[in-house]
């Protein structure tokens, strides 16, 4: 868990971070959305130190994140920017291995991790542990950096436009990816964005940022159907915040038992998804199936559409 | 594939400019000059008037087969083949014409290369090279080249073959200071190459973290650069000659308005633009996520600076490392004039005794070593971008 208490930061007289806390939640993510210049890069590189905040303080488990020497809390904290940021001079292999050789473990150890987070990351060891970074594609360099990012089995993860510089297909992915990734290990990743839809499909938690202060931090029905504060309104989307809600709700939550002729939709998919199948195909209820091929009920267009209304 | 007949008629640009010009020096130009003694003018003779009548037509018949080779073959190494092969037969003719024109137990009569066969020479050198770039070998390779071209050429002048040829002769006379100069002129240019790497990778690292002074410093090595180089040396015989003076330890550590101080001491100031530019410049040109992200993961700033930025860098810092060997090679031969020593005071000698044979002992090897220095460190650079993007 990390813990930020009235973090500030004064550049040359201007007040970029302004008082912000909050507290993260271990095993989360927890996105901060917020337009350029709002403070969220300045505040996400506050908890690892690459700005030493000018008031307030971060605890990481409890510690104050100030006991230690900077470069070696940064060890113990992943940390993955836009645009990878990978060594050019070193492999794919050299790259991943960073913080493991920094933090002096054994060769073997470091060969096992490597192989480990290749796989992971659908990258064949054989083929991408020797390539140069200029040697892959947006999406893999991305996968790399993520990969090293994570490669001393940090607790905490930090993440700065991870999926900035990608095309749309290749970030849906990276961000399934993700969410893949935080289950696997437990991460605590906190990860900063300008995308409100990818705020709303990452976060467990979302907090708000303009003008250096942290408007709204809450879960993300909370921010569409109780916004406190109107820009995070706006911010969140006015015209289309149903539509949101309904993305954050899967087809399997809603399904009702009962069997019908309708289209067949993913349990995975989200309400929204569900509501475009069924009005494509003019039905009034469709088929919820399980991963395996299971029936698992029925979800209806009446359902959702309840479902679009704030509580 | 068997060539159209229009491919007959399409020449080699380059191999028809060489093979005019080689057979237009040969033929209009004295082979070889034969002088009375080392500094009085000489006489011209052909190559078909001072050898007998099978050595010129073998020598000659290799250069003609040359010159089809250099027009129409398009194959790299056929082409390098040829020109290697005029080189040698053109070689042993100077040397077979030295000896025979040469009275026995004459050590004042000289035989000089002639123009003609030095531009000849000089077109087939050029063949060479080109016929090695279409070849384009790795930079591994051309390392190789270098060290078996100048093995070859050391192990033929060492055969005693040339030794009556007039520059050899005058090498003959000189040895021992030739190899003493050699070594001085060395020591000079990588000496002060050295000093100025070890000065200039801090002061380059200095401007490219404190972007305000970086202007400053560029602009003051930069009209070091514009003073000509044997007007910096004068500047600097006063203070040096009045710190030998005052200091008498300094004056015995050779340090002294003139010799080998001042010499090194401007070559030295003369290498830190190229230097500090490039380090700035190589430095520069690191990638900002890079260097972001390898703080990010907790480098110190000297492992950011080490395993990060200099490696980066060090292309560009190499190829600043290459202008300036290669341009110290050729200034270092200036500094004989303040008593510097090096290749350059054969040049200076024989500049004033008018004897040009002692000129070219000086010169021919200055410009050796600079061919290979240059050639030295492109394969480096060359190497180090590789592994480095």
């Given at each position: 868990m990390i813990s930020i208490e009235n973090l500030a930061k004064d550049y040359n007289g201007t007040r970029?971070?302004?008082?912000v806390s909050m507290q993260i939640e271990g095993n989360s993510i927890t996105v901060i959305v917020g337009t350029s210049g709002s403070g969220k890069s300045t505040l996400l590189r506050m908890i690892n130190r690459l700005v030493e905040p000018s008031a307030g303080r971060v605890l990481i488990e409890g510690r104050d994140?100030?006991?230690?020497p900077a470069h070696l809390l940064r060890r113990r904290i992943g940390y993955a920017i836009q645009g990878h940021g990978l060594f050019p001079h070193r492999t794919v292999e050299e790259n991943i291995a960073t913080v493991p050789r920094l933090l002096g473990w054994s060769a073997s150890r470091i060969s096992e991790r490597v192989a480990e987070l290749l796989t992971v990351f659908q990258l064949e060891p054989k083929t991408y542990a020797r390539a140069f970074p200029h040697e892959l594609s947006g999406g893999q360099a991305q996968r790399v950096g993520v990969a090293r990012a994570l490669a001393a089995e940090p607790a905490v993860l930090l993440m700065d436009?991870?999926?900035?510089?990608?095309d749309p297909i290749i970030r849906a992915k990276a961000q399934e990816d993700l969410l893949d990734i935080q289950r696997r290990y437990g991460t605590t990743i906190l990860l900063v964005t300008h995308d409100m839809d990818e705020a709303f499909h990452l976060g467990d938690r979302v907090g708000v940022m303009s003008g250096g202060r942290l408007l709204q931090y809450d879960t993300p029905e909370r921010l569409l159907t109780h916004p406190a504060d109107p820009l995070v309104a706006r911010m969140t989307g006015l015209t289309d915040r149903a539509m949101r809600l309904l993305s954050l709700t899967t087809a399997a939550a809603l399904a009702a038992p009962g069997s019908c002729a309708g289209p067949r939709i993913a349990a995975s998919a989200s309400l929204r998804e569900a509501l475009s199948e069924l009005l494509w195909s003019g039905s009034e209820a469709g088929l919820v199936i399980e991963a395996d091929g299971s029936p698992r009920g029925i979800v209806t267009v009446a359902a959702i559409l309840a479902h679009g209304r704030p509580a | 594939m068997r060539p159209s007949p229009a491919a007959v008629w399409h020449l080699d640009p380059l191999g028809a400019l060489l093979s005019a010009a080689g057979a237009l020096a040969l033929s209009c130009l004295p082979f070889v000059d034969v002088k009375a003694n080392r500094i009085v003018p000489g006489v011209g003779h052909a190559l078909t008037s001072v050898l007998p009548g099978q050595g010129a037509a073998a020598c000659l018949a290799v250069l003609a087969l040359v010159v089809p080779v250099a027009l129409w073959v398009r194959r790299p190494w056929l082409r390098l083949a040829a020109a290697l092969a005029g080189i040698t037969a053109l070689a042993l003719a100077l040397a077979a014409a030295a000896t025979l024109l040469t009275?026995?137990?004459?050590?004042v009569v000289r035989i000089a290369t002639g123009a003609g066969a030095w531009l000849t020479l000089i077109c087939l050198a050029l063949l060479a090279t080109d016929a090695v770039t279409r070849l384009k070998p790795s930079p591994a390779r051309r390392v190789l080249y270098l060290i078996v071209c100048l093995g070859v050429l050391i192990l033929a002048l060492a055969s005693g073959r040339f030794d009556e040829l007039s520059v050899m002769r005058e090498y003959a006379v000189n040895a021992e200071r030739f190899a003493r100069e050699l070594r001085a002129h060395v020591a000079l240019a990588v000496g002060s190459l050295a000093a100025a790497v070890l000065v200039g990778l801090p002061l380059g690292i200095f401007c490219h973290r404190v972007p305000r002074v970086r202007g400053a410093i560029l602009a003051v090595l930069n009209v070091i650069q514009t003073v000509p180089s044997i007007a910096l040396f004068g500047i600097l015989m006063a203070p040096l000659g009045a710190l030998a003076a005052a200091w008498p330890l300094a004056e015995r550590l050779g340090i002294r308005g003139i010799g080998a101080a001042p010499a090194a001491v401007a070559l030295f100031l003369y290498s830190l633009l190229p230097i500090v530019a490039n380090t700035v410049a190589g430095l520069a040109r690191v990638s900002r996520p890079a260097v972001e992200a390898a703080r990010g993961m907790g480098m110190t700033g000297a492992q950011v600076l080490l395993r990060i930025e200099l490696p980066l860098a060090l292309p560009v810092i190499f190829t600043g490392i290459r202008v300036v060997l290669v341009q110290n090679i050729g200034m270092v031969t200036v500094a004989a004039l303040i008593g510097g020593g090096g290749l350059g005071t054969f040049v200076f000698q024989g500049i004033g005794q008018t004897a040009i044979d002692l000129v070219l002992l000086g010169a021919i090897p200055i410009v050796a070593l600079a061919f290979s220095a240059a050639v030295l460190l492109d394969a480096l650079v060359e190497v180090m971008d590789r592994t480095h993007r």
């Amino acid at each position: 868990m990390i813990s930020i208490e009235n973090l500030a930061k004064d550049y040359n007289g201007t007040r970029v971070v302004d008082g912000v806390s909050m507290q993260i939640e271990g095993n989360s993510i927890t996105v901060i959305v917020g337009t350029s210049g709002s403070g969220k890069s300045t505040l996400l590189r506050m908890i690892n130190r690459l700005v030493e905040p000018s008031a307030g303080r971060v605890l990481i488990e409890g510690r104050d994140t100030r006991e230690e020497p900077a470069h070696l809390l940064r060890r113990r904290i992943g940390y993955a920017i836009q645009g990878h940021g990978l060594f050019p001079h070193r492999t794919v292999e050299e790259n991943i291995a960073t913080v493991p050789r920094l933090l002096g473990w054994s060769a073997s150890r470091i060969s096992e991790r490597v192989a480990e987070l290749l796989t992971v990351f659908q990258l064949e060891p054989k083929t991408y542990a020797r390539a140069f970074p200029h040697e892959l594609s947006g999406g893999q360099a991305q996968r790399v950096g993520v990969a090293r990012a994570l490669a001393a089995e940090p607790a905490v993860l930090l993440m700065d436009e991870p999926f900035g510089a990608l095309d749309p297909i290749i970030r849906a992915k990276a961000q399934e990816d993700l969410l893949d990734i935080q289950r696997r290990y437990g991460t605590t990743i906190l990860l900063v964005t300008h995308d409100m839809d990818e705020a709303f499909h990452l976060g467990d938690r979302v907090g708000v940022m303009s003008g250096g202060r942290l408007l709204q931090y809450d879960t993300p029905e909370r921010l569409l159907t109780h916004p406190a504060d109107p820009l995070v309104a706006r911010m969140t989307g006015l015209t289309d915040r149903a539509m949101r809600l309904l993305s954050l709700t899967t087809a399997a939550a809603l399904a009702a038992p009962g069997s019908c002729a309708g289209p067949r939709i993913a349990a995975s998919a989200s309400l929204r998804e569900a509501l475009s199948e069924l009005l494509w195909s003019g039905s009034e209820a469709g088929l919820v199936i399980e991963a395996d091929g299971s029936p698992r009920g029925i979800v209806t267009v009446a359902a959702i559409l309840a479902h679009g209304r704030p509580a | 594939m068997r060539p159209s007949p229009a491919a007959v008629w399409h020449l080699d640009p380059l191999g028809a400019l060489l093979s005019a010009a080689g057979a237009l020096a040969l033929s209009c130009l004295p082979f070889v000059d034969v002088k009375a003694n080392r500094i009085v003018p000489g006489v011209g003779h052909a190559l078909t008037s001072v050898l007998p009548g099978q050595g010129a037509a073998a020598c000659l018949a290799v250069l003609a087969l040359v010159v089809p080779v250099a027009l129409w073959v398009r194959r790299p190494w056929l082409r390098l083949a040829a020109a290697l092969a005029g080189i040698t037969a053109l070689a042993l003719a100077l040397a077979a014409a030295a000896t025979l024109l040469t009275p026995a137990g004459d050590r004042v009569v000289r035989i000089a290369t002639g123009a003609g066969a030095w531009l000849t020479l000089i077109c087939l050198a050029l063949l060479a090279t080109d016929a090695v770039t279409r070849l384009k070998p790795s930079p591994a390779r051309r390392v190789l080249y270098l060290i078996v071209c100048l093995g070859v050429l050391i192990l033929a002048l060492a055969s005693g073959r040339f030794d009556e040829l007039s520059v050899m002769r005058e090498y003959a006379v000189n040895a021992e200071r030739f190899a003493r100069e050699l070594r001085a002129h060395v020591a000079l240019a990588v000496g002060s190459l050295a000093a100025a790497v070890l000065v200039g990778l801090p002061l380059g690292i200095f401007c490219h973290r404190v972007p305000r002074v970086r202007g400053a410093i560029l602009a003051v090595l930069n009209v070091i650069q514009t003073v000509p180089s044997i007007a910096l040396f004068g500047i600097l015989m006063a203070p040096l000659g009045a710190l030998a003076a005052a200091w008498p330890l300094a004056e015995r550590l050779g340090i002294r308005g003139i010799g080998a101080a001042p010499a090194a001491v401007a070559l030295f100031l003369y290498s830190l633009l190229p230097i500090v530019a490039n380090t700035v410049a190589g430095l520069a040109r690191v990638s900002r996520p890079a260097v972001e992200a390898a703080r990010g993961m907790g480098m110190t700033g000297a492992q950011v600076l080490l395993r990060i930025e200099l490696p980066l860098a060090l292309p560009v810092i190499f190829t600043g490392i290459r202008v300036v060997l290669v341009q110290n090679i050729g200034m270092v031969t200036v500094a004989a004039l303040i008593g510097g020593g090096g290749l350059g005071t054969f040049v200076f000698q024989g500049i004033g005794q008018t004897a040009i044979d002692l000129v070219l002992l000086g010169a021919i090897p200055i410009v050796a070593l600079a061919f290979s220095a240059a050639v030295l460190l492109d394969a480096l650079v060359e190497v180090m971008d590789r592994t480095h993007r």
